[in-house]
């Protein structure tokens, strides 16, 4: 049996790794648009839009570079465009950007988990933001124990992440100390399970399935997910979008 540390390495090298196209479509990129759609719907969105599809789950950055190098047909993403253009553009400025062409699939709501040992369920929308800026450090500046907050999020890049500082903090970064960054977003709600002081930046849907319980702050933030091309679509590609379309509609049941 490969060492835990081996069996990782090889299974991020599959992640980054080229994919052989086949007959059908390939799509890259958000594991929260994976998990949230094409886990649960991808045989009949296959059913309905007579493609069949390759799902690569990575991360939305990786599903755009994708796109451009042309191992994808789609990236599947959970960020604002707008926002991953800017940190693809820093990377490389000559892609053909504005080729892209964004269709938004479905909404989901950004949470925040706490561990179920945290007496504290509610702040203000002034002390989330606070805390997210790192100007409130403990939770017993906000009425709870003597424990220092520690923040677990995605690495940069994640669409949580993203969305938290573009609807909440009005375009600045979180920028808390002693940040636990961890690689997907199915590791926040783990991390926060474990940590008695976490607070994790989640989908509302990836908290209900875990055992921790959610700090309401008051303010709604919400997490596009979106499916790129590059160029306008071909009929066929038409078929996988109005697919997902209707069958993740038909699925929303945490928004």
Known sequence: MLPR???LSILACFAFAPVAKADGFVLQGSTTFNNRIMVPLQAAIEAASGQKLTVVPNKTSIGLQAL?????DFAMISAPLENELKFLKKENATSPYDQLR???ILRTRVAFAINKENPVHAVSAAQIEKILRGEILNWREVGGPDRPIRIVMVR?????????????LKGKPISAPDIIV???SSQVVK????????LGLAQLGALL???VAELRSGETIEQALSLVTLGEPTPNMRKVIDAILELAGESRDFD
């Open 191 to 198: 991390i926060v399970e474990q940590e008695p002081g976490a």
């Open 5 to 7: 540390v081996a069996t």
């Open 102 to 104: 964004s269709f938004e």
């Open 182 to 184: 961890v690689q997907i």
């Open 68 to 72: 451009f190098e042309k191992r994808a």
């Open 156 to 168: 940069s890049g994640g669409g949580v992440q993203a969305s938290i500082e573009e609807q909440l």
């Open 209 to 211: 399935k875990g055992d």
